[in-house]
Each structure stands twice: as C-alpha cells, then as structure tokens.
C-alpha cells in the first residue's frame, strides 16, 4: 500500500525473505481503470521503491483490467443477486478532475475535445478513465441483460472547486426520486473492496440523500472483496496477461 500497511518495501522484502532466488514480481494496481491519481501513482510508487532499495528482481506491472472478461464476469455475479425488475442499477465511480483525462491525452487533442469523445475510437483511450468507466458499464449491463433504462452512470468523492466528473453521485441522488426513480442499487465499480468511499459516502450518506429526495427503497452493492469468482478473476487476469 501507498499510505497504509503493509508497505511496499515490507511487501518486497517478504517476497524475497521467502524466495531468496526470485528473479520478477508481477504487481496488480488493485484499480480496474487507469488514472493519473490510483492506477499511475501506485505504478511510481512501486517503481520508486524498487529502485531505491535495489532489489535483484525485475517487476513488471498487469495494466487495467476494465474490460477483461473474467473482471466483468465477477463484477456482474457480484451484482446478480440484488436485481429486482422494478429497481434502477446507478454504477457509481470515483470522480477525478477533468483536467487529469486531458492531461493523459496521448493525442492531446481527443479527450472533452471530440464531440462524444468516449464512445469514439481513439488511441486515447488507453489512458482515459471515463471511457474505461463507459466499457465497464456497458459490458455488465450486457452480461446482466439490462436495458438501458434500468442502469446509469455516475461520479461520487469531488474534492475542491475545480471541475470533476459528471453527472455527480449526490445531485443524482436528489434528481432520481423527482424522475420516478424510488427503487435504487448502487455499486462501486473503481473499487474492488470495500473502503470509505463505499461504506461511509455511499453505503450510508448517499442513502440519506436519496431518501430524503424522496426515495424509498436503496440497496448497496458491497464491492468483490474476497468473493471467490474475484479471486479467481485475479488469477486469470494475470495469467492471460504473462502466460
């Protein structure tokens, strides 16, 4: 971990106290999507790590995994057993500032500049957290069969008064009752586990928000945590990625 424990460097020296010929390490950035503030920063920061303390083992790192398969497969079975046909499905990310998808624009003249930039092919798209949002929705709303009105898009945690994504989790939480909308589940996609964001922000806040707009029924999907087809997810991603 970046700021908790174990550490990094406790994580490499127990790697190679228990394997003292280990020659590679793969490291899997627990964030399905890339962002200059999660995936890229946990990247460096192994990297610095790495080379500070000068350990004879090469690393290499598995990229976002936002649209493999066995992700979604395990995303949608998390979610299968809280549909109700009368419920709508709000997929809520991790906003980030919109100035962080132009700054990681390798064409640096797509992202928020073509007109509906994430849903048109561009080599941008490999650095672009919006757009890897998009496909994560779009495949499981897919996989789970729903239709386009029974599931949506939002963008929960702003910080500061620069702009972020949207539309934001809690203005979609006073406008939903208002549109008919009073049977609601939410999940996390951006986390993998359970965290402050799910368990404070949306498991108990946003709730209170949606009722009080008028809501009656709110359900939130706990993220995969150590859910068995996750865990096997992992492995697979892993092993199509190095195999």
């Given at each position: 971990?970046?700021?908790?424990?174990?550490?990094?460097?406790?994580?490499?020296?127990?790697?190679?106290?228990?394997?003292?010929?280990?020659?590679?390490?793969?490291?899997?950035?627990?964030y399905?999507?890339?962002?200059?503030?999660?995936?890229?920063?946990?990247?460096?920061?192994?990297?610095?790590?790495?080379?500070?303390?000068?350990?004879?083992?090469?690393?290499?790192?598995?990229?976002?995994?936002?649209?493999?398969?066995?992700?979604?497969?395990?995303?949608?079975?998390?979610?299968?057993?809280?549909?109700?046909?009368?419920?709508?499905?709000?997929?809520?990310y991790?906003?980030?500032?919109?100035?962080?998808?132009?700054?990681?624009?390798?064409t640096?003249?797509?992202?928020?500049?073509?007109?509906?930039?994430?849903?048109?092919?561009?080599?941008?798209?490999q650095?672009?957290?919006?757009?890897?949002?998009?496909?994560?929705?779009?495949?499981v709303?897919?996989?789970?069969?729903?239709?386009?009105?029974?599931?949506?898009?939002?963008?929960?945690?702003?910080?500061?008064?620069?702009?972020?994504?949207?539309?934001?989790?809690?203005?979609?939480?006073?406008?939903?009752?208002?549109?008919?909308?009073?049977?609601?589940?939410?999940?996390?996609?951006?986390?993998?586990?359970?965290?402050?964001?799910?368990?404070?922000?949306?498991?108990?806040?946003?709730?209170?928000?949606?009722?009080?707009?008028?809501?009656?029924?709110?359900?939130?999907?706990p993220?995969?945590?150590?859910?068995?087809?996750?865990?096997?997810?992992?492995?697979?991603?892993?092993?199509?990625?190095?195999?």
């Amino acid at each position: 971990m970046r700021y908790g424990a174990p550490t990094m460097k406790t994580a490499y020296d127990n790697l190679l106290k228990a394997n003292p010929g280990i020659q590679e390490v793969v490291l899997m950035p627990l964030y399905p999507h890339y962002a200059m503030s999660s995936y890229e920063t946990a990247v460096e920061h192994a990297k610095t790590v790495h080379q500070e303390q000068k350990y004879p083992f090469a690393i290499k790192f598995v990229p976002p995994f936002y649209q493999d398969e066995a992700y979604i497969e395990a995303l949608a079975a998390s979610i299968q057993p809280y549909l109700k046909p009368e419920a709508h499905l709000l997929f809520s990310y991790h906003s980030i500032p919109v100035r962080h998808i132009q700054k990681s624009d390798c064409t640096g003249s797509h992202c928020y500049k073509a007109e509906n930039c994430c849903n048109v092919a561009s080599t941008a798209h490999q650095f672009c957290y919006k757009h890897q949002c998009t496909v994560t929705t779009q495949l499981v709303a897919q996989h789970l069969k729903l239709s386009k009105e029974q599931y949506s898009i939002a963008f929960q945690s702003k910080l500061g008064r620069a702009e972020w994504l949207t539309p934001a989790t809690t203005t979609r939480m006073n406008e939903l009752p208002k549109e008919g909308i009073k049977n609601l589940l939410v999940v996390c996609p951006a986390f993998v586990s359970d965290c402050l964001e799910t368990l404070e922000e949306i498991a108990i806040r946003e709730r209170e928000n949606f009722e009080a707009a008028g809501g009656t029924d709110y359900t939130f999907i706990p993220c995969m945590n150590t859910q068995m087809t996750w865990v096997k997810a992992m492995n697979s991603i892993i092993m199509n990625e190095f195999s």
